[in-house]
């Protein structure tokens, strides 16, 4: 493994906290995402980004912020807005927009 | 908008038996499929895309435009390919750079 790498690993939140996941990537890939995976709901994205100090919205941005100052780092910020964090987190990237996709080990973030 | 749908939810079939992962697709254009695959404990891996043509484990897949399908196919299943697997579709125009996936279907081989 390797090209990917997500931290922290397991996350706990308190109520009305920002929290950070971090995400970084050496395959020099122009395109970063992040993910939300739920069970029975598969895959759903929170944001992306194409080139750097560029991303948009994914499906289920609402609650989450991001930001891309470099082209190996796409950290994603959970929000207080977000009411129901609790999920895992992938990142993935890929060479270009269109091109396939490699994902991160994934963050689980718990709410106390 | 672009939609994948999996079916299946779970799927259990014994090892040596055929499998068939269903997955529809809803898009206008000409859109690029995915197959991915997640091992116990280990990440989401890309298995194959239906532009390479290729078979990796044993595995293909066939883009259907007129049934708008993407069905995963082996001939005789194993024990290791217990997994969860995901279709995938990206599209263009204004949904560039989108990966859209469906719900996943949770893959059994029994001994």
């Known amino acids: 493994d390797g090209g990917i790498t997500q931290s922290p690993k397991y996350l706990f939140r308190k109520e009305g906290q920002n929290v950070t996941l971090s995400c970084e990537q050496n395959l020099n890939h122009d395109a970063m995402y992040w993910y939300r995976q739920d069970p029975g709901q598969g895959l759903r994205l929170i944001y992306y980004s194409q080139i750097v100090n560029d991303f948009q919205k994914g499906d289920i941005a609402e609650g989450y912020s991001v930001s891309r100052e470099k082209k190996e780092s796409f950290p994603l910020t959970v929000t207080s807005a977000q009411k129901n964090p609790t999920a895992f987190y992938l990142c993935a990237s890929s060479l270009t927009a269109i091109g396939a996709q490699y994902f991160g080990p994934g963050t689980r973030l718990l709410v106390l | 908008a672009q939609r994948v749908t999996q079916p299946e939810k779970l799927l259990s079939v014994f090892k040596g038996a055929p499998v068939e992962l269903k997955c529809n697709y809803s898009y206008s254009g000409s859109p690029e499929l995915f197959w991915y695959v997640q091992y116990s404990r280990q990440r989401l891996q890309l298995l194959l895309r239906?532009?390479s043509r290729e078979s990796i484990k044993g595995f293909t897949a066939d883009l259907n435009k007129g049934e708008t399908s993407f069905h995963l196919k082996k001939p005789f299943a194993q024990e290791e390919d217990s997994a969860m697997y995901y279709c995938a579709l990206s599209g263009r125009g204004t949904s560039y750079g989108k990966l859209t996936f469906g719900q996943g279907t949770i893959l059994t081989v029994h001994p």
């Open positions: 239906h532009i």
